[in-house]
Structure formats: structure tokens, C-alpha cells
């Protein structure tokens, strides 16, 4: 284990190499996505870092049709919106991104439970081009 | 074993601005509203030069106005320098957990006399860059990036709760018009009409205008119009949301001792509790708020009663999935019926468990760091009779206001005793 591999920049650091990362704690074995260096479960700092299959459920979602300016800038607004969920990733933790590949002209046929699987968007162009952690129905 | 304080806490006045957008005001002239307000209301007088110490919950004047430091300034202000002064920031909590330190300072014994402040003045930025302060109160590094806005972590709440429960969307909506109901009756409130007054509103400014006039049968149908009221986070609308506001809330709070000096009918703070938690995604449950549940037993622990007890509550509304999910983490309704609640009108004035009676959040305005202290200027206008149109019939004794910061990471609760 590098001694930042852990560390809280860790996690986005990752994403640009198209990976989940997280920890498991190696006392209790409690997984944390993104990694922790204190296991929220039992306080040790023992853990290695783990890699997520990007195999998940939607466990919640909304269709963002007033964006921040981040996401204004990235295109998006009333006419176009977009999806962000939080997902229940397989190996146990859920976290927050953006859902892709959805029809969004009707939200309510969004389902909670449906099958997901990470997919990596790039948002802004040229210089200001950043890539981001997503989710796509499989 | 349910932990006391080491003696008593009394509130003795209350003032607030009148919430909504004032170009013309900073955040010291709204409180200095709200203190002169808070003067009038000491039943029996006090000096200014007696206040030791200034709790003011702010968010981020940093943002907002340029000013960082703000408690001292805004005490200077009013005249109360040398009082030590400091301030609080827990996102839309800040207030109530301002509310909270000073409560505890005077259990400390350290202090006898508060002032408790709470003021934010939000509207002279656009827009777009209001949701972007708002968002700082998220996690920047992992719930950000996804895109999340705040309408977006309650509407994704709201799903979840939704799901969960098969409620019915209309109860969000059923939300809405109660607390426009309310706040309609508060000359303090933003919005202080009925939703019904806003449709007829637009109704007659078509007929002047020899426009089209829409035919909306009622609110509901008024509110689910996506031209009169549109999507703004899926499930949820304009409507569903707290509007951006200036205002400010002073409350004074003293021993428990001292307070026949000041008042006639203190309120004694016999219950409070505060709790913390991580992002949204981390929780167990998405469809309720933990620490608002934590935070509450905490209270009614200390006051040694239970959820029914509480004849009327003031919750933090800031959108309208929020007062159902917080009329189940406070005890008053099982998981699961929160919905069913508010559509059957027990959460209105008349109803088993008021809710919101000043109009709420929703209503009478969110001015963020303000909300927690302008929720005990409702409490304390309840239990003196001086709610005008909207007072409670019958004999109050205990009321709860319940703040929460960001999607639930900060949840505090008081609970307020009426001795008669
Ligand atoms: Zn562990």
C-alpha cells in the first residue's frame, strides 16, 4: 500500500484512469467506496485499497432540469436535462453520479432497482475537459 | 439515563424581520429589525448592556455579501460590544445550532443573559450563483461532481420515500398549499398568499391582458401544470421548494433563575438534541433523515416526554418531502404514513399534529442561517395567543422546531414548555 493511495483524492484520481476505487478495512473487513482511511465501522487504519466491479442498482434518482452552473456550462439546462442517481454498488456501498443512457421524456418510467454499470463522461472541452464517474442501464 | 442540563434555560423575547428580498437591506439592517422586534417583546424590559454573549447562525455571508467575521460586526451593530460574539455554521441549521450553544453556555453557568441571532441575505446574487453557495453546504468532493444540486438530493429522496412507501406524489403537493395556507395569515411571511390566490392571481392578469385564461378546476390541477408550476428536480417543482430569501431572527434566551425578571410567560427550553451524519448516498435509508430521528429522541429524552406530547411543531420544510419525511423521524406519524398525513390534513392547523402553522420554510421564506431561530419566533407567538388568524385553539404547552443542515449531515430539535 502507497502511503496515498488511500488518501481523499484518491477516489477522483482513479475515476480519470476509469476505475471505482475504495478501501477494505483489514480488521473488519467493512468495504468504504469511495476509500477511507479510518474505517467508519471500527476506527482502524488498517485497509487496502479495493477495486468496484461497476456493477450496481438505482437505489434513488431525479431528473435535474435547474443545473449548477458546472453543469450549465456543460450544456445542460430545462430543455435539456439530466438524470443523477445514487447507486447501490454490488459490493455493498452506494454512491453518487450521473445516469446516462436513460429516455428522460418521462421520469416516471425511471425505475428504482434497475441494473447499472459504470460508464466515464467527459464534461467541458479543450483545457477545461474533466472526466466523471457515471452510471448507463446495462 | 436521560442527560439534564446543569440548570434551566428560559427564552424571554423573540423579534424577526419580515422575510423575502430586499435590495435596499444588508444583513445588519434585517437584524436590527429583528432586535427591535426582540425589545418590544421582553414583557418587562431590559438593558441591551446586559447581554454576555452572542450566538448568530450564518451560512455564508462569505458568499453572499463579501464578509467573513459577521457575529462581531453584526453585535457592534446593535450595540451590545464587548459581549463575546460568535458565530455558527452548520449550512441551513446554523441558526438552530446557534440556538443550541447559546442554550449552552447558560447550562454551563458560565453566562446568564444570550442574545441568539440568525440572518443570511441571499438575493443580491443571480440565481445561478445562489445555487452554487447553496451547493457548498454538500460534499464537494464526492456528491458535487455527480451534478446533485439541493432540489436534486430531495427530489432523489423523494423518490426513494415514494418507492418505498407507494405513496402518492400529491401529498408533496398537499404540502405546499397547507403551508401557503398558513403562511398567508403571517404578515412576516415571502409568499403570504394561498396558492389558490396565486392561480386566480394569474387567472385575472390573462383576462387583463386579453390573453387565453387558463382553466385550472382547483390548486391541484393549478400545481401540476407544467407551465404554472414547472419541473425543477423530477418529482420535484417551483412549488416544492423553499424560496431564496433575506431575513433575519433574534431570540433572548436567560437562566432559568432570572427569568421572572424579564418575562411574564417565559418558555423554558426543556428539550434538545443535535446529531450529525455523512453524504446522502452513505445512509442506510434514503427515504428518512437518522439524525433527525437521533436528534429528536436526544429531546424528548431530556424533556421526559413523548412525540404525542408536542402540541405544534415548526420543521425545516425546505422542501416539501422533507416535512413528511420529518413528521416520521420526529415520532408523529410510523414510517411509511407521513404521506397519508398531510393528505388527509392532520398536519394542518385543525388537524391531530400542526405543522408549520407560520407557513414553514415553504412559505415564509428560507433566509438560510435565519430559519432554525425565526422557527422559535412562531413557538413563542403560538403559546402567548399572539398568532392573530392563524393561532391554535386550545391549551399549548409543549412545541418542537426541528432544523436540519444540507440533506440531514446537521439535525438539531428543541423542545419548548408553556408553565402555566
Ligand atoms: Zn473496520
New binding site residues.
Given amino acids: 500500500m502507497t502511503e496515498h493511495a488511500l488518501h481523499s483524492k484518491a477516489f477522483n484520481q482513479a475515476i480519470e484512469e476509469d476505475l471505482i476505487i475504495g478501501s477494505r478495512?483489514l480488521?473488519?473487513?467493512?468495504i468504504s467506496i469511495p476509500q477511507r482511511q479510518i474505517?467508519p465501522?471500527?476506527?482502524?487504519d488498517q485497509?487496502e485499497r479495493v477495486q468496484a466491479s461497476g456493477q450496481g442498482t438505482l437505489a434513488a434518482f431525479t431528473v435535474i432540469y435547474v443545473p449548477p452552473t458546472s453543469m450549465a456550462d456543460a450544456g445542460y439546462n430545462a430543455k435539456n436535462p439530466y438524470c443523477v442517481g445514487i447507486v447501490s454498488l454490488e459490493e455493498g456501498p452506494r454512491i453518487s453520479a450521473q445516469i446516462v443512457g436513460l429516455d428522460l421524456s418521462d421520469p416516471a418510467a425511471i425505475k428504482i432497482g434497475m441494473p447499472l454499470r459504470q460508464t466515464f463522461v467527459t464534461r467541458g472541452e479543450g483545457e477545461t475537459a474533466k472526466k466523471f464517474l457515471a452510471f448507463e442501464p446495462i | 439515563m436521560a442527560k439534564k442540563l446543569s440548570r434551566g434555560v428560559a427564552v424571554v423575547g423573540v423579534g424577526m424581520s419580515k422575510f423575502g428580498v430586499f435590495p435596499e437591506k444588508t444583513s445588519r439592517d434585517l437584524f436590527v429589525e429583528a432586535f427591535q422586534e426582540l425589545m418590544q417583546s421582553v414583557q418587562k424590559g431590559f438593558n441591551p448592556n446586559d447581554i454576555e454573549a452572542f450566538y448568530m447562525g450564518n451560512f455564508t455571508s462569505d458568499y453572499f455579501e463579501n464578509q467573513s467575521h459577521l457575529a462581531p460586526i453584526v453585535a457592534n451593530w446593535v450595540g451590545i460590544s464587548p459581549a463575546a460574539s460568535t458565530r455558527i455554521e452548520d449550512a441551513c441549521a446554523s441558526g438552530g445550532v446557534a440556538l443550541r450553544q447559546a442554550m449552552l453556555a447558560i447550562a454551563s453557568g458560565d453566562v446568564d443573559v444570550v442574545l441568539v441571532g440568525g440572518l443570511e441575505k441571499m438575493t443580491d446574487l443571480p440565481g445561478a450563483k445562489v445555487t452554487d453557495a447553496l451547493a457548498l453546504a454538500a460534499d464537494s468532493m464526492f456528491e458535487i461532481p455527480a451534478g446533485f444540486t439541493f432540489p436534486g438530493f430531495y427530489a432523489a429522496m423523494a423518490t426513494a420515500y415514494i418507492d418505498k412507501y407507494q405513496a402518492d406524489p400529491d401529498a408533496l403537493l398537499r404540502v405546499g398549499i397547507k403551508n401557503h395556507e398558513n403562511g398567508a395569515l403571517n404578515d412576516k411571511a415571502q409568499f403570504n398568499q394561498t396558492i389558490r390566490s396565486v392561480m386566480t392571481g394569474k387567472q385575472k392578469k390573462a383576462e387583463q391582458k386579453g390573453l387565453p385564461i387558463p382553466d385550472w378546476q382547483d390548486e391541484m390541477a393549478f400545481l401540476k401544470d407544467p407551465k404554472a408550476n414547472p419541473m425543477i428536480a423530477w418529482p420535484l417543482r417551483l412549488f416544492d421548494c423553499s424560496p431564496v430569501s433575506d431575513g433575519a431572527a433574534a431570540v433572548l434566551l436567560v437562566s432559568e433563575e432570572l427569568a421572572d425578571k424579564f418575562a411574564d410567560e417565559p418558555l423554558f427550553i426543556v428539550g434538545s438534541g443535535q446529531a450529525s451524519d455523512g453524504a446522502l448516498a452513505e445512509r442506510a435509508s434514503l427515504s428518512e433523515v437518522p439524525a433527525a430521528a437521533l436528534a429528536s429522541q436526544q429531546a424528548y429524552e431530556m424533556a421526559g416526554i413523548q412525540p404525542d406530547d408536542i402540541d405544534f411543531a415548526e420543521v425545516h420544510d425546505c422542501f416539501t418531502i422533507a416535512e413528511i419525511m420529518a413528521s416520521e423521524d420526529l415520532g408523529f406519524f410510523p414510517r411509511g404514513e407521513g404521506w397519508r398525513a398531510a393528505m388527509e390534513g392532520r398536519t394542518a392547523r385543525d388537524g391531530s399534529h400542526p405543522i408549520n402553522t407560520s407557513g414553514g420554510l415553504k412559505s415564509k421564506g428560507h433566509p438560510v442561517g435565519a430559519s432554525g431561530v425565526g422557527q422559535v419566533v412562531e413557538v413563542w407567538k403560538q403559546m402567548h395567543g399572539l398568532a392573530g388568524e392563524r393561532q391554535l385553539r386550545g391549551n399549548l404547552r409543549y412545541a418542537l422546531t426541528h432544523n436540519v443542515g444540507g440533506t440531514g449531515q446537521t439535525c438539531v430539535v428543541h423542545i419548548f414548555e408553556k408553565r402555566n
Fill in positions: 478495512c480488521v473488519c473487513g467493512k474505517c465501522n471500527c476506527h482502524s485497509a
